[in-house]
């Protein structure tokens, strides 16, 4: 069984940066495809980015392009979000996910989901 939690979270203004991990516990997930989506109130979820097990293929949702990058420490057994240029429509709750298998943007697909990081953006 695989854990996520996730840590980073917090209050920035508008233009700042913050910085997001996800650490994985109770398996290695270094095979796992990981995720990253966020849920701004009275919303769904939404894709925000994922990575491959390798690392080499990364995905963006298209109005993070440019300012948000995903990466993985598989030796650390945890994942990223480096989140640059924050507006306040970023303002979310962000959760990582894992699957097995290829990077996917769709939320169903995935597994394991860590209970979630606030991310507030003021204007």
């Known amino acids: 069984q695989v854990q996520l939690g996730e840590s980073g979270g917090g209050l920035v203004q508008a233009g700042g940066s913050l910085r997001l991990s996800c650490a994985a516990s109770?398996?290695?997930?270094?095979?796992?495809?990981m995720g990253w989506f966020r849920q701004a109130p009275g919303t769904e979820r939404e894709f925000v980015a994922c990575i491959s097990w390798r690392g080499s293929t990364t995905y963006y949702t298209d109005s993070v392009k440019g300012r948000f990058t995903i990466s993985r420490d598989n030796a650390k057994n945890t994942v990223y979000l480096q989140m640059n240029s924050l507006k306040p429509e970023d303002t979310a709750v962000y959760f990582c996910?894992?699957?097995?298998?290829?990077?996917?943007?769709?939320?169903?697909?995935?597994?394991?989901w860590g209970q979630g990081t606030q991310v507030t953006v003021s204007s």
């Open positions: 109770g398996r290695s997930v270094s095979t796992y495809a």
């Open positions: 996910a894992a699957k097995r298998g290829v990077a996917t943007t769709q939320k169903h697909e995935y597994n394991y």
